[in-house]
């Protein structure tokens, strides 16, 4: 497998525009995670998914960021409309069964910068 | 609210020191902890995850041991090499999350010199 794959690698918009980032997960994996890392702040989670379905939202820092996850094969990071303290690396995680016991497997990341 | 602390921050040492980096968590209700390495640039990957009922994991030249009622836990790295340069980022799964929900901490990047 090609691991979970994330595009794109690099996104440079202006402040107001819409932001889509993208991943696919491993193949076989019924876990999805969005994370944010930032210098000040670390590695946050923003939302994950449960076989498809958004089980915990409650990191997502305003109703400007939007997830969806339309199949098990992929899914989107939307922001509308972007601002410059947005810009940050997202990165997309996969895991199966998501259990005690699963490792979470990462994605290359987008480096996200809004001027 | 967990809060997961690294120390330190950044580190240097020599090729062929053993090191421990180590992590301390605030909440000890936790389902497992695991050891990440970032390189610049790259993605996360987990080296070791150590479930709540064991004390430690071992994974070639790296041992990581978890204290959960005292809220800490030791990556030991033996003889480092320069290749071994990265950040190391320790995480913690808690109990009243779902699944994989991880805390991470702000890690300690460490630079094997030779």
């Known amino acids: 497998d090609a691991g979970v794959i994330q595009s794109p690698r690099h996104e440079v918009t202006e402040m107001g525009q819409e932001v889509t980032l993208r991943c696919k997960p491993i193949?076989?994996?019924?876990?999805l995670f969005w994370y944010r890392q930032t210098m000040m702040r670390g590695l946050e989670l923003l939302i994950y998914?449960?076989?498809?379905?958004?089980?915990?939202d409650s990191g997502m820092p305003e109703d400007r960021f939007s997830a969806k996850m339309p199949n098990a094969s992929f899914s989107t990071l939307k922001i509308q409309p972007s601002e410059p303290r947005d810009s940050a690396v997202y990165f997309c995680?996969?895991?199966?069964?998501?259990?005690?016991?699963?490792?979470?497997?990462f994605g290359s990341g987008t480096q996200l910068s809004v001027l | 609210k967990q809060e997961v602390t690294q120390i330190p921050a950044a580190l240097s040492v020599p090729e062929g020191e053993n090191l421990v980096l180590n992590c301390s968590f605030t909440?000890?209700?936790?389902?497992?902890l695991q050891w990440f390495r970032q390189d610049p640039g790259k993605g996360l990957t987990s080296l070791l995850l150590?479930?709540?009922?064991?004390r430690e994991q071992t994974s070639g030249r790296l041992n990581a041991s978890l204290d959960k009622s005292s809220g800490r836990s030791t990556l030991y790295i033996a003889a480092s090499q320069p290749g071994d340069s990265a950040t190391y980022l320790c995480?913690?799964?808690?109990?009243?999350?779902?699944?994989?929900?991880?805390?991470f901490g702000t890690g300690t990047q460490l630079k094997v010199e030779l």
């Open positions: 995680a996969s895991s199966y069964r998501g259990g005690a016991g699963e490792k979470l497997f």
């Open positions: 193949s076989g994996h019924d876990y």
């Open positions: 998914f449960n076989n498809n379905v958004p089980i915990d």
């Open positions: 909440d000890s209700a936790i389902y497992n």
């Open positions: 150590i479930q709540s009922s064991q």
């Open positions: 995480a913690v799964n808690e109990l009243t999350g779902g699944g994989n929900k991880l805390t």
